[in-house]
């Protein structure tokens, strides 16, 4: 049973990375598109492979999601002894529970789908939330990209420099990159107002004529790294702040905001296709060897654990 890789649309250069640093055979995949956008893929050879469906969900998340199903049930189709769903960057991984009545879980009901159109495991790459295992009813690995972040930060980071979680959520997250780079950690708390704004109010930690890596696991409008940014400068921090994330959504005004603050370097990696632009100063680093040393791992049944988010 060889190992196979399959590439959806959303990121093709990736999936082509992953096989090549696996030397996997890549299976051709003819991405059909009907006039009123109805998707129907058609996958190559897979009988009897150890298959890895290749395809983060976003953006559009939507669009990647239904590819996704229709690729995992077309291996399914074709004969794969196993089928794992490598989902770089996990859509709808914020909707782990609901906040009022009338929501779904949206992860729930995408782990379902998943494993009901074929998938047999699940691969991701630091989701939003550590809840998403317990959502799904299948086997999840929830890799982590910070030692491939946080080697690149420790070329460049200050001695005296520290680790800001930009809200609560991400302290676990900061104290990780802390711990590798041997910096101290500042919290910023920060409120919610709408999928597009955010409210930062309080610091905790001491940033004083310091530079500050923000850290988290994904942005998205840039209202979280932008709340976090003036609440340091009004602590006194250095002009000369430096932005890690796992996941560049970059969506909406992301990049007018970004544009605008005193960020010296942006990282982030590419479980998502992200292009360069003129006014951000970004550098991308792959996730290719993390997702296909996972594989290989996986394939010869050894365990993953050095490899895992920490929760």
Do not use: W
């Amino acid at each position: 049973m060889g190992v196979r890789v399959v590439a959806g649309t959303a990121h093709p250069a990736l999936a082509g990375a992953v096989a090549a640093t696996l030397g996997a055979v890549s299976v051709e995949c003819e991405p059909m598109c009907f006039p009123d956008g109805e998707l129907r893929p058609v996958v190559g050879h897979v009988r009897g492979g150890d298959v890895y469906v290749v395809q983060p969900t976003g953006p559009a998340v939507n669009e990647c999601v239904i590819e996704l199903l229709l690729l995992l049930d077309a291996c399914r189709r074709g004969g794969a002894d196993r089928i794992t769903a490598v989902v770089p960057y996990f859509g709808y991984a914020r909707q782990d529970r609901r906040t009022r009545s009338g929501q779904p879980v949206g992860a729930r009901v995408m782990a379902e789908a998943l494993a009901a159109a074929g998938a047999d495991r699940m691969l991701v790459v630091d989701p939003h939330t550590a809840a998403l295992e317990a959502t799904c009813g299948i086997p999840v690995d929830m890799l982590t990209a910070v030692p491939v972040l946080a080697g690149a930060l420790a070329q460049e980071t200050a001695e005296t420099a520290v680790v800001v979680s930009p809200d609560l959520g991400a302290v676990k997250l900061a104290e990780h990159y802390a711990g590798r780079l041997r910096r101290p950690v500042a919290v910023v708390r920060k409120t919610r107002v709408s999928g597009m704004s955010v409210h930062a109010e309080e610091l905790v930690g001491d940033v004083a004529g310091r530079p500050a890596v923000i850290v988290d696991d994904m942005i998205s409008t840039g209202g979280t790294v932008e709340a976090a940014v003036q609440v340091l400068l009004g602590h006194g921090a250095a002009p000369d702040i430096t932005v890690a994330a796992t996941h560049g959504l970059l969506a909406g005004p992301a990049r007018e905001r970004l544009g605008h603050l005193p960020i010296r370097r942006l990282y982030v990696t590419n479980t998502l296709a992200v292009d360069a632009t003129p006014e951000l100063p970004l550098q991308v680093r792959s996730v290719a060897s993390l997702l296909a040393d996972a594989i290989n791992r996986l394939h010869h049944s050894e365990p993953l654990d050095s490899l895992l988010m920490r929760t």
